[in-house]
């Protein structure tokens, strides 16, 4: 039996795509949300 414990540059490598993911999301979002803001400044 192989056991699943990552060495720690796989380890590191992981959070890094973890990171990477989350944060697609957070500016997916952040951008949403700056062009709603620019939005509700543009005259009608």
Do not use: H, Y
């Not at 992981?14 to 952040?30: A, H």
């Amino acid at each position: 039996m192989k056991s699943w414990t990552l060495s720690d540059e796989q380890r590191w490598e992981f959070d890094c795509k973890g990171f990477i993911i989350i944060s697609n999301f957070l500016e997916l979002d952040l951008t949403q949300e700056i062009a709603a803001v620019a939005r509700g400044f543009e005259r009608p």
